[in-house]
């Protein structure tokens, strides 16, 4: 991965000539690396980075994975924070497409299969179908996340309350409540605030009549 960001760090790669390098899946991971590059690097990165997520011809499969791409940039650097704060603005443009996709990515990107769905089940090929059902969260890419969700939880229930309450729901059902005897589980009151306010936002739009 190291060797083929540095391949596109040394063609300058422009978003159209990574679009080809997206498609093959052993360069996706160099392509998120140069993602996050772009948006540690310059102005200059940050607006082609914004530009490759932004103007998007979705009758283009290799544009739309490339946006794809760097959006799963965001939050798996080591980073998440920074980059998650630093792009809000692009993310919560245009009611909020670009932060919709972005969790929707990340609730199957940051996740695992359930193990106990090849236990429950005697046919694995089954069990492989059930996968993008039963899922656990992958917990290194989770806590930037949450953090940021929560601190700006006035957009996320405005803008992205459906796909934000997934996130807090697989948290929530999947996690304990603790790690140890009077050791809390991170991040599991950040996740129930924010559904908490979801939850009245979605009661205050059916009383006003938007079921």
């Known amino acids: 991965d190291w060797a083929r960001l540095r391949v596109l760090m040394a063609e300058d790669a422009t978003s159209s ?9 052993r360069w996706q991971q160099a ?8 948006l540690e690097t310059s102005a200059d990165g940050q607006g ?12 283009s499969a290799s544009a739309g994975l490339l946006r794809d791409l760097f959006l799963d940039a965001l939050f798996q650097a080591t980073n998440a924070i920074e980059l998650l704060n630093q ?4 993310l919560t443009a245009r009611n ?21 769905l090849a236990a429950l089940s005697d ?12 899922r656990i969260p992958f917990w290194p890419y989770w806590g930037p996340l949450l953090t940021v969700l929560h601190a700006r939880r006035g957009d996320v229930v405005r803008l992205a309350p459906y796909s934000a309450a997934r996130i807090c729901a697989l948290w929530l059902r ?9 050791q809390p589980m991170p991040w599991r009151t950040q996740a129930a605030e924010l559904a908490i306010d979801i939850a009245r936002e979605i009661q205050a739009r059916n009383a006003d009549g938007y079921y």
Not at 31 to 38: A, I, N, S, T
Not at 87 to 90: E, G, K, Q, S, V
Not at 97 to 108: E, P, Q, S, W, Y
Not at 174 to 182: I, K, N, Q, W
């Open 48 to 59: 082609r980075w914004r530009q490759s997520v932004e103007t998007v011809n979705e009758a």
């Open 123 to 134: 046919d694995q090929e089954q069990a492989t179908r059930l996968q993008h059902l039963l």
């Open 174 to 182: 999947t996690t304990p409540d603790e790690l140890g005897p009077h």
């Open 31 to 38: 392509v998120r690396l140069f993602g996050q590059r772009l």
């Open 96 to 116: 909020g497409v670009l932060l919709n996709r972005l969790l929707d990515r990340f609730l199957f990107v940051a996740s695992l299969p359930d193990p106990r």
């Open 87 to 90: 792009t809000w603005d692009t």
């Open 17 to 25: 000539s990574t679009e080809s390098r997206a498609a093959s899946p």
